[in-house]
């Protein structure tokens, strides 16, 4: 096992020496099981991730998975959320891409880079894909997680085709190559050389900075936030959007410094869990509630792709979130100034999108949970503004889900909506912009129950039945007061490469357009998470604001009753609503 800073292969080691002059060691290995990748990249417990080779044997697998061309003498980028184990990950990994034959890792200073700024710099230093040390929002500490994804050429996680494959290397690896260089100093900015392996250690933030600036109108954004009316708070949950927060929002766009919290990076995150959310962004939750709460709030995860959005004591879900960006951004955002080429959101997000996506008369998809499913959509030039539940929102100006952009997004509507407004004239608020919206389009009331690390044999039995029900529903049958119009397993097949996903969340569609969703998460490292997602349409505006618990109270007691979750899980109660 690995023991001190620097990790130390423990095994006899051949040694090669290569014609660039670095010295590569060919390391005998066995192959270790359970390296499939989730959702989002290799997540487990850290514990897990210090076992002799299991980092080394994943890094190896995926250099065996890719074709010669995508790494060879090429440009790798490295960076990560500043959890525990990214340190001595960060040496690995280097190593074993110098071993490989790649020409240059471009890193992020301390080895920290955001999810959505890997992406960006993917992009534009034409990079051939990167690494990401992160197991996103979930807690970090020797005790908790840790994770690695892998994104291609274009900033977007690799395909399942590369996951695949990669896992079917895992299972028959016999070797690693590593190269025999000393462990590269990421505390400053600079470069070094080893043979024709260069580690440049850059600033995380520059070239993402820039790509925001060619984004959003930063002069309007500032006009708001220099405002003496407008005050705006940022909980970074001590993740790595505090190496972002300060240069973007105080340093350029003039917040001040009191209206950042939990700003700097730490490796167990501060003891939290750094998921945006009502449940886990408590700080947040609490000051935007308070009596003399800010005007805008907002917090992002672990690696700095997933926001919340909260107004005064008014909480934005994240399904209403993309809808309220996809109907202002035309006006609010420079980026989008001819008009969002399509819209999409994930099966179970709701329905809110699709209502402005037929009133703007844009293309619009639906696809499965996963970020993944949007970038060939992008690719093809055929969406611009997507989001899902999950508390992800983003566009095309990346490949990855964008907390920073997000929020940066809802400062320029917000900002767009009051550009007129005279001092002590009253602010168009967080919240009405969101009622506004729904007067607009009607309000899609959305809860989401989380059920976190439940048994995995009774999750899935619970699956199984559900299956089962579904297999002989029909359309018209009566449910309490709602009637069935299809139920089924989703499936998505990718309309550009005509690939394939199946099994993806089982739904309930009733004939008035209100859906139960029922879907395992990909996620979790421990167990299983039993989601359920509800909504419901309501047109009419004198009910909007109705709470949307008691909105959504009759859908969730037949989605309990449908489910049999008790008896299937022990559980009486959900650990997470959203
Ligand atoms: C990650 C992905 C998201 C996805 C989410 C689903 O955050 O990047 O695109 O929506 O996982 O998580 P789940 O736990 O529901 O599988
Ligand atoms: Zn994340």
């Given at each position: 096992c690995i023991s001190g800073r620097s990790f130390r292969f423990v095994v006899k080691a051949s040694v090669q020496t290569a014609s660039e002059g670095l010295q590569i060691k060919a390391i005998p290995t066995k192959p270790v099981e359970g390296q499939k990748t989730g959702t989002s990249g290799l997540r487990k417990k850290v514990k897990v991730f210090q076992q002799e080779n299991y980092l080394a044997n994943w890094i190896q697998a995926l250099f065996n998975s890719l074709p010669l061309e995508d790494y060879k003498d090429g440009v790798l980028v490295l960076g990560g959320d500043g959890r525990y184990f990214n340190r001595e990950a960060a040496q690995i990994i280097i190593k074993i891409a110098a071993g490989n034959g790649v020409g240059k890792i471009l890193v992020g200073r301390d080895g920290l880079m955001s999810t959505p700024a890997v992406s960006a710099v993917i992009r534009k230093q034409k990079a051939n894909g990167g690494f990401i040390m992160s197991a996103s929002h979930n807690p970090g500490g020797p005790e908790y997680d840790w994770g690695i994804k892998f994104n291609y050429s274009?900033?977007?996680?690799?395909p399942e085709s590369i996951t695949d494959k990669i896992y079917g290397n895992t299972l028959s690896i016999s070797e690693i190559k590593t190269a025999d260089i000393p462990d590269v100093d990421l505390s400053s900015v600079g470069t070094v050389r080893y043979g024709n392996f260069t580690v440049e250690v850059v600033d995380p933030v520059s070239d993402y900075l820039e790509l925001m600036e060619e984004v959003f109108d930063f002069q309007l954004i500032k006009d708001l936030i220099s405002r003496a009316d407008f005050r705006f708070s940022f909980d970074a949950m001590h993740a790595v959007t505090g190496a972002y927060a300060k240069p973007i929002?105080?340093?350029?766009?003039?917040?001040?410094?009191?209206?950042?919290?939990?700003?700097v990076p730490l490796e167990d995150f501060g003891?939290?869990?750094?998921?945006?959310?009502l449940t886990y962004a408590k700080d947040l939750v609490n000051i935007m509630y308070a009596k003399d709460a800010p005007d805008f709030g907002a917090a992002s995860d672990g690696d700095g792709d997933r926001n919340m959005i909260l107004g005064r004591g008014f909480f934005i879900t994240p399904s209403d979130s993309v809808a309220i960006i996809a109907a202002n951004a035309q006006a609010a955002i420079p980026y989008f100034k001819d008009g969002p080429k399509g819209l999409a959101r994930s099966m179970p997000t709701s329905g809110a999108l699709d209502r402005v996506a037929s009133k703007l008369n844009l293309p619009f998809f639906e696809v499965p949970t996963g970020w993944k499913f949007f970038g060939n959509l992008m690719d093809a030039g055929r969406l611009s503004i997507c989001g899902e539940e999950s508390f992800g929102t983003g566009s095309d100006h990346i490949r990855e889900k964008d907390g920073i952009w997000a929020v940066l997004a809802w400062l320029s509507i917000i900002a767009y909506q009051n550009k007129d407004k005279k001092v002590g004239e009253k602010l168009v608020s967080v919240a009405d912009i969101a009622k506004e919206h729904w007067a607009t389009y009607g309000r899609n009331f959305f809860s989401r129950y989380d059920y976190e690390e439940c048994e995995s044999s009774g999750a899935n039995k619970m699956m199984e039945y559900l299956r089962d029900i579904i297999s002989k529903t029909k359309q018209g049958e009566k449910y309490g007061n709602y009637t069935l119009d299809f139920a089924d397993d989703f499936s998505y097949t990718?309309?550009?490469?005509g690939s394939v996903a199946s099994k993806q969340g089982l739904r309930f569609v009733f004939t008035d357009g209100s859906r139960i969703i029922y879907r395992l998460s990909g996620t979790g490292s421990a167990g299983a998470t039993i989601r359920i997602y509800i909504e419901q349409f309501e047109p009419d505006v004198a009910k909007h604001d109705v709470d949307a618990q008691t909105a959504l109270k009759p859908l969730i007691d037949l989605a309990l009753s449908i489910s049999k979750l008790e008896e299937f899980t022990g559980r009486e109660k959900p650990t997470v609503i959203t």
């Open positions: 274009s900033g977007q996680p690799a929002f105080v340093d350029r766009l003039g917040a001040s410094l009191d209206s950042i919290s939990n700003g003891h939290g869990h750094p998921d945006p959310n990718d309309p550009v490469d």
